[in-house]
């Protein structure tokens, strides 16, 4: 094996073994305080997203069903359904994997459950894909779950890259990460094919990143 392509391995090897530290870091912090101080973080976290210029002018807006352990996105999605916005949301695709796509949904009676204990679009509903970023697919706002973020927009994942196909440089429309103050990191491990977002809220702040 050339000596260029040895550290490449290397450092792909360094780099994941990283962030699975980080990830495993951030899930004895969620433990610790989940569900305890949640619901009322979440609240705080949602009401302050929803305050900000950016989704006060949205029509669209491609969101997430959370989890368990996630900031919880009840209120928004309710919000924006009353609002009359149109939603999308997500749905992985089961032959196809780390590959999920946005699907415009309703309601929750549109919702079925998903792999890893999500709530996820009917697969009865057509839905757009990575190549469809900029084109038909072009939401006002996107936001998005993480298990960290930096002071840079620096986004950690689950580690099955699905946000990262969509937030690609056709997406022009602003992106935030969603996110427990706890959450944020002084500076988070980046490979090339990580994508960021422009701003984050917690319950404590909304923010440019900084870049």
Known sequence: MPAETTRSATSSTNFTAKKNTLRERIRI?????????????????????AATKYWQ?????????SCAGEMSS????????????IVYLPRIRRTERGVMDFVPCSGPGQLRPGPFGLREPLDSLPGFNAADVGKTF????LIAPGVAF??????????GGFYDRFLHKNLVCPRMGLCFEFQLVESLPVEKW??????????????????
């Open 29 to 49: 912090l969620r433990n610790s305080q989940y569900p305890s101080s949640s619901l009322e973080c979440s609240q705080r976290a949602q009401e302050r997203l």
């Open 57 to 65: 002018s949205s029509r669209s807006v491609a969101l997430y069903v």
């Open 74 to 85: 009840d209120m928004l999605l309710k919000t924006a359904w009353q609002s009359g916005r």
């Open 138 to 141: 072009a939401p006002d706002l």
């Open 150 to 159: 930096d002071k840079r927009g620096s986004r950690l994942g689950c580690g």
């Open 194 to 211: 990580d994508q960021s977002v422009q701003y984050i809220c917690t319950e404590e702040r909304f923010f440019d990143v900084i870049p």
